[in-house]
């Protein structure tokens, strides 16, 4: 037989978990006949769920979790499952249980959670927790059960439990058991009546159902004198009456009555005496199973057999063995005998015993048979590790001090889960129960711990812990040459990376380290060989060398999308795209995030939060080339990506990208207002670069409305080394290029223009000339576009416009083939001058035009430019012909009548189209393609898919032809 376990998503996606099954499985209540209902106690339960939580608190013992499973057919909604044990002491590990079992009510809940739990850096608690309260409340009514809670001791898992409990949704009722009352806000929720509580004495048997299980249920003859005895002598206390009754089963009168007078003690003595009892009626085959298999939290045949026989390997598959046979019938016999065994699946192929009884029978194996105890965690470990649950199979290792073998799981986990999944606390406990000589000896545990360190940003520990991996693997005894050569190129690969990240970053050595690892390094070691590309990118980025930077880039994303991984393929192509940005390659920036996000979305991991970086790029493009409706849905949609728990750096990246879309389309003072709402976040998270960049781009957008900073103002000295240091990447670079190099200039030539001062925009146009040639030897087109667009305005302003005109035409060429318009929109009406200037005198006439159609109000500034001139040329006409036909056309919307146009009134849908996709609608009627629609409204492809997305989703329909048939039915058309 082979383990149960259920996978989340496909093989190969970075969502792949193997789950233990049994834990979702709500246990099965016993046959009716051996069942005393207990109506009281159910009553309260479902009088419960019309508050928050439901929680059943009491010693071992008192049925608990057997009152729910007796009260579970009978509950109005539906019901998930979680039974935790010790491992569960992880945030990531819990949370992925957690929402696992929510899948049972919805196959794909939670989707996106799981790849932000699976992201190298640590996300926010309440993040997390917001995001997952989020999704919940769409869900239809339901119950969560999380069974022996007692056992979480993480403080992070409380935190987030009590977060979920403040906000839970009315469709959601949480139950916990639990020997002690967990770490809640227990004493609000009770005053607040959120909270129904079943403890000890209610859980107590009184005496009428003491009487009622003797009777009925067991068919025990007791007088009733001799039944309050034992319900005196128990205190009502489930497992002991249940021992009881399994001792008095096939006595006579008189022994009856020596057993109930011997009966006496507390709660824990009279539970080991009764143990005794039963145990001594056992057969010595039985006894011995009870006792060896005592150490298994889960028993199945096999596992049970593999303890007892030695054999560790799997038997499924062909035949079974008699010893299988074997193990089936004690079950099968446990369970008949009610002898503590509780069944965890439908099936009966997976059981666990009663946790009380456990325990006593691991006390009774550790003083019978204390040497045995290690060789049977060792048989544990091997089957489980034959049978694909490494993190079991480390458990049992570490209970073994087989340390050898638990090192060697430990390290081929790392090797599985590197990148995606970091079980943080769960190798860190692993590590620590190691002895630590034991850990210093071996380099790739020292490098895991290096790892662990990085991960908290503790890069003094994970050099520490570096150089003991050296130090390890140069004292290691290895005949196998080729491991050691590729251990070191996994050391050297994380020293570069530690590097990228301190302020002590130096980009030289880093490059030298590189040369070194791919040296040593498998050519198959795919996510220590993508590490290496990363670094390499960031150090060539520092160097001004952006083509090298670009390539390593993209040699990362390739490794990292061979071996399935999202998170770091996703972060190699931002920064690849970014690169391709600051080069000027805007359509190739496009096409290499696209087929990203077809690359994910076939793994079935669109919803990742790293699909973030890919839709803020995105949105950076459509900006520039002014699609600043598709722009806003992709930046938005980054910014939702990013808050469902990934970095806070990235989080505030998006919000800056949004507040320039949103000054671009007019809307100067909401995008003043995500700047200060940034600042508590800079402050909160200590954000030291989002303080450095906040100054300046805020100084970009009061120059984008016309306000005059003061003339004195500079970033300060060594504004972009210091930014850089704060913030090391490619976003830092192009923030550093984007703002640092020009903000300063932009600012001189306001004042310049403004005083008509001769000497200052000379300055200007000398320094940005300077500029220019430096990002035209560091390949940085976009830097050497607006420089020479800046160049262009001074020289206007200084009234040369043969200069100013040339100027601009080498601008104007370089910018023409991939679009840009807000380069050039950006500078506001004083380019808009400049630029009738060159359509008068034939310069680049239509993309001129185009870039003037995109100023807001441009006709009012046309002709107050022309000042009785004569006309502008043909491009200008015809984007005016364009203007004012579109004017005509709002016109004719206005006074047309539901059944002859499409109006701007009542469209008798929940959701009204807006005036832009009645715009396109009534072109889609026409059977125009994306790219034909894109063209004749000056919008992106990509805006009209997003445009007809949402058509379809308020028309209710799934295709062109479906919309275009309901538009008419509806008079939209």
Not at 400 to 418: P, V
Not at 759 to 774: D, H, S, Y
Not at 856 to 863: H, L, S, T
Request: proline share 5%; aromatic share 8%.
């Amino acid at each position: 037989m082979t383990v149960t376990v259920s996978k989340m998503d496909r093989p190969g996606s970075p969502a792949a978990h193997s789950f233990l099954s049994t834990k979702f499985f709500i246990p099965q209540a016993r046959q009716p006949q051996d069942v005393l209902p207990r109506p009281r106690l159910i009553e309260r339960l479902q009088a419960g769920l019309a508050r928050k939580l439901t929680l059943i608190s009491a010693p071992a013992g008192y049925g608990k979790t057997m009152l729910l499973a007796e009260w579970m057919p009978q509950i109005e909604r539906r019901v998930a499952w979680l039974s935790l044990d010790e491992t569960d002491n992880d945030l990531t590990r819990f949370l992925t249980y957690f929402i696992a079992a929510l899948q049972r009510l919805k196959t794909d809940f939670g989707q996106a959670l799981l790849v932000a739990l699976q992201s190298p850096q640590p996300p926010s608690i309440e993040r997390l927790t917001t995001a997952l309260v989020n999704e919940i409340i769409p869900l239809d009514p339901f119950a969560l059960v999380l069974d022996d809670y007692h056992l979480i001791q993480q403080q992070a898992i409380h935190t987030a439990i009590a977060f979920m409990l403040n906000h839970l949704p009315s469709n959601m009722h949480l139950i916990l058991t639990s020997r002690a009352d967990p770490p809640l806000p227990l004493a609000r929720l009770r005053v607040r009546e959120q909270m129904t509580e079943l403890r000890a004495a209610d859980l107590r048997f009184t005496l009428d159902e003491v009487t009622a299980f003797f009777h009925q249920v067991k068919e025990l003859p007791l007088a009733a004198e001799q039944i309050q005895e034992l319900e005196m002598r128990t205190e009502g206390w489930g497992a002991a009456l249940q021992l009881a009754a399994l001792s008095l089963q096939g006595l006579d009168p008189a022994a009856i009555i020596r057993f109930i007078g011997d009966f006496t003690g507390s709660h824990h003595n009279v539970f080991d005496y009764l143990v005794e009892e039963v145990l001594r009626q056992q057969p010595a085959e039985i006894h011995r199973f009870l006792l060896h298999t005592s150490i298994l939290n889960r028993l199945c045949s096999p596992l049970c057999d593999a303890i007892l026989s030695g054999e560790g390997e799997e038997q499924g598959g062909g035949g079974e063995s008699t010893i299988h046979a074997a193990g089936r019938e004690v079950l099968a016999y446990l369970e008949h005998a009610n002898l503590f065994l509780v069944p965890l699946d439908n099936r009966r192929h997976w059981y666990r015993y009663h946790h009380l009884f456990a325990e006593l029978l691991r006390d009774r194996l550790e003083q019978a048979h204390p040497s045995n105890v290690p060789e049977l965690h060792r048989r544990a470990s091997t089957w489980y590790e034959h049978n694909g649950l490494t993190a079991e199979a480390v458990q049992h290792a570490l209970a073994a001090g087989a340390f050898e073998q638990a090192a060697h799981l430990i390290e081929q986990m790392w090797l599985r889960t590197f990148s995606l999944d970091p079980l943080q606390h769960t190798l860190s406990s692993w590590l620590a129960s190691l002895p630590v000589e034991f850990v210093r000896v071996r380099p790739k545990l020292c490098l895991i711990h290096a790892w662990l360190s990085l991960q908290q940003r503790d890069l003094e520990a994970a050099l520490r812990r570096l150089e003991e991996a050296e130090q390890a693997l140069q004292q290691q005894a290895n005949d196998d040459l080729d491991d050691t050569r590729n251990t070191q190129g996994e050391i050297t690969a994380t020293r570069m990376l530690v590097n990228t990240m301190s302020s002590h970053f130096d980009p030289g050595r880093v490059k030298v380290w590189a040369q070194e690892a791919l040296e040593w390094l498998r050519p198959d070691n795919a996510p220590y060989r993508g590490v290496v590309f990363g670094a390499l990118a960031i150090a060539s980025l520092h160097q001004g060398d952006v083509a090298r930077a670009e390539q390593a880039f993209a040699e990362a994303a390739t490794i990292s999308r061979g071996i399935g991984n999202v998170y770091v393929t996703l972060a190699a192509v931002i920064g690849q795209t970014n690169m391709q940005r600051a080069r000027g390659a805007l359509s190739l920036a496009l096409a290499t995030c696209q087929q990203a996000l077809d690359w994910v979305t076939e793994l079935g991991a669109e919803a990742s939060p790293a699909t973030g970086g890919i839709y803020l790029n995105l949105a950076e493009i459509l900006r520039e080339r002014n699609d600043l409706e598709g722009a806003l849905h992709y930046a938005t949609t980054g910014v939702t990506r990013f808050a469902q728990g990934t970095s806070q750096y990235l989080i505030a990246t998006g919000s800056l990208i949004v507040a320039r879309i949103k000054q671009a389309q007019g809307h100067s003072e909401d995008a003043f207002e995500l700047m200060r709402q940034l600042r508590q976040p800079a402050e909160q998270h200590q954000l030291a670069w989002l303080f450095t960049l906040l100054p300046v781009i805020e100084t970009q957008l009061r120059l984008a409305q016309g306000d005059l900073p003061a003339r004195s103002w500079s970033p300060g000295m060594d504004w972009e080394k210091k930014l850089l240091r704060q913030y090391p990447g490619h976003y830092a670079f192009i923030y550093a290029y984007e703002y640092g190099k020009l903000t300063q200039a932009q600012v001189m030539l306001a004042h310049g223009r403004a005083a008509a001062d001769q000497t200052l925009l000379r300055e200007v146009v000398a320094q940005l000339e300077q500029q220019c040639r430096a990002a035209q030897t560091a390949g940085l087109l976009w830097l050497q576009m607006k420089t020479t667009a800046l160049q262009a305005l001074a020289y206007h302003a200084l009234g040369d416009l043969a200069s100013a005109l040339s100027t601009l035409e080498r601008a104007l060429t370089l910018a023409r083939p991939e679009g840009y318009v807000r380069l050039f929109v950006d500078e506001g009406v004083p380019m808009a001058q400049l630029l009738v200037q060159a359509v008068r005198a034939g310069l680049l006439p239509d993309y001129a035009g185009q870039l003037l159609a995109a100023f807001p109000d441009f006709r009012f500034m046309i002709a107050d430019f022309r000042l009785g001139e004569e006309p502008i040329q043909s491009a200008e006409s015809r984007i005016q012909n364009r203007t004012e036909s579109l004017s005509k056309r709002d016109s004719d919307w206005a006074s047309q009548s539901p059944k002859s146009g499409v109006p701007p009134g009542p469209q008798n849908l929940i959701e009204p189209l807006s005036k832009r996709e009645l715009e396109i609608l009534s072109l889609l009627a026409q059977s125009l393609t994306n790219t034909e629609i894109a063209q004749q409204i000056y919008i992106s492809d990509q805006t009209v898919k997003v445009h007809t997305r949402n058509i379809y989703g308020k028309l209710g329909v799934n295709s062109r032809r479906q919309a275009v048939t309901k538009a008419r039915a509806l008079g939209l058309l």
